[in-house]
């Protein structure tokens, strides 16, 4: 059962074009939701995080945002460049509980030149 | 920013045999660190928590006798794969978290690409 889904395994975008990376979650416990990049052969890097406290967050180019009662969070790349292309990991955890992140299956974002 | 060096970042090896991951955190000390195992198109699995001093903590599912876990000091831990067999071939990254509390982002090696023959 998996409590963080990230249902579009691949997302292509044009270069200066907005990208929009979904996640959903069912654990209502979940109240802090973060974002990692992943190149091939290497690990995640951490990008952006939201606590649940809040439903908009930015640095940057990226925006994360927070639906609490649609258990629904996405990350917004505003204007995408081919560098970002890379796997767009979703993970939340719970404070309180184990605080180890829960992560989706990944969405492999592609930006076209 | 927090390292986490990990070593070997590819490995082949023959059925049968052990192979020992190895994980650093470089620039601070972590008391616990995390182990976890990529399969293609899939997310990251947490396989255990590996405590310093302590006994590791392994999710359910994953045979503490077949992957050994080992956090001797504040900055190492070392993961070996023992009697290897083709079905462990996959990706295993470790990850820290960074002193600055238990909500702090993961810090991740660049993973170990184990494949065995």
């Known amino acids: 059962d998996q409590q963080v889904k990230q249902n579009s395994p691949s997302l292509s975008v044009q270069e200066g074009r907005i990208s929009i990376l979904n996640c959903d979650y069912t654990n209502s416990m979940f109240d802090y939701f973060l974002w990692y990049k992943k190149y091939p052969a290497e690990g995640p890097t951490f990008l952006i995080s939201i606590s649940s406290i809040k439903d908009k967050n930015e640095d940057g180019r990226f925006t994360v945002f927070l639906n609490k009662s649609a258990k629904h969070l996405s990350l917004h790349i505003v204007p995408s460049q081919p560098g970002d292309s890379a796997v767009y990991f979703c993970a939340a955890s719970e404070t309180g509980g184990s605080y180890i992140p829960t992560f989706g299956r990944g969405t492999s974002l592609i930006v076209h030149p | 920013g927090a390292v986490v060096s990990q070593h070997p970042s590819r490995v082949i090896c023959k059925s049968g045999t052990s192979v020992k991951i190895e994980c650093r955190s470089l620039?601070?000390?972590?008391?616990?660190m995390f182990w976890y195992r990529q399969f293609p198109k899939k997310s990251l699995m947490l396989m255990a928590t590996s405590n310093e001093g302590s006994k590791a903590t392994y999710e359910q599912g994953v045979e503490k006798d077949k992957f050994l876990i080992n956090h001797a000091s504040l900055t190492l831990s070392t993961l070996t794969v023992t009697s290897a067999h083709p079905e462990d071939s996959s990706f295993y990254i470790c990850?820290?978290?960074?002193?600055?509390?238990?909500?702090?982002?993961?810090?991740f090696g660049n993973g170990t690409r184990l494949t065995v023959t």
């Open positions: 990850s820290a978290r960074g002193e600055a509390g238990y909500n702090s982002p993961l810090h």
């Open positions: 620039d601070f000390q972590a008391t616990t």
